[in-house]
């Protein structure tokens, strides 16, 4: 069964204290690993999409790296507004989304 | 670009009666649209997939009587909620693709229904 396990569920972290976000999977046959922020009372929004073991996306302070097993997504010198949820999902044969159940983080100043 | 908006972002009814959530792609044509509820502190469960002029594929365990879907064209697909009960209350989600596979899903800002 195709599984998506987010850790740590909570992270509180101090503005400029650099950390990283796990997700671990098991798939089948990987057709796309995503990350997106969620903040909350909105729907989630688009960080990035993953396809091969090896890849890297970056996007200002965060970087999404991908294994044959896992994901992570680093997030460097941290600031108060990137505090949020934070979710990984798989892309299934089909094009449906299996989502974890999200890192929220919290950034302090 | 690729956004997707939602109508309306809360709706508040009584018990019985039915709700219609809307899910418009802005600036792109959606073949593949989405359907997610989301619970507090959980993740978003899949309720069902709606392809463009064909019938909408429901998750195990969503009443498709209930929860109907409309995909009438590439950039608008409609969720009514019939006979709403309050457990019916939840943040409602839909998201689009440009077409199957390997394509990024973007959501919508969701729709917060309330059945008093």
Redesign the interface.
Do not use: E, N
């Given at each position: 069964e195709d599984q998506v396990t987010q850790s740590p569920e909570a992270l509180r972290l101090q503005e400029g204290e650099s950390s990283s976000l796990n997700c671990s999977y098991t798939v089948s046959g990987l057709r796309g690993l995503f990350w997106y922020r969620q903040d909350p009372g909105k729907g989630p929004e688009f960080l990035f999409t993953l396809y091969s073991a090896g890849e890297e996306k970056e996007k200002e302070r965060l970087k999404a790296t991908l294994t044959k097993k896992e994901s992570f997504l680093h997030i460097t010198a941290p600031k108060p507004e990137d505090s949020a949820t934070y979710l990984c999902a798989l892309n299934q044969a089909g094009t449906a989304l299996i989502f974890g159940k999200g890192t929220t983080l919290s950034v302090s100043s | 670009g690729?956004v997707?908006s939602?109508h309306p972002s809360r709706v508040i009814c009584k018990s019985g009666t039915s709700v219609k959530i809307e899910c418009r792609s802005l600036d792109f044509q959606a073949t593949?649209m989405?359907w997610y509820r989301q619970f507090p502190k959980?993740?978003?469960?899949?309720m069902a997939?709606s392809n463009e002029g064909s019938k909408a594929t429901y998750e195990q365990g969503v009443e498709k009587d209930k929860f109907l879907i409309n995909h009438a064209s590439l950039t608008l697909s409609t969720l009514t909620v019939t006979s709403a009960h309050p457990e019916d209350s939840s943040?409602y989600?839909c998201?689009a693709?440009l077409a199957?596979?390997?394509?990024?899903?973007?959501?919508?800002?969701?729709t917060?229904l309330t059945v008093l």
């Open positions: - | 690729a997707v939602q593949t989405f959980q993740s978003l469960m899949l997939t943040f989600i998201s693709s199957t596979s390997t394509d990024t899903q973007y959501f919508g800002p969701g917060r």
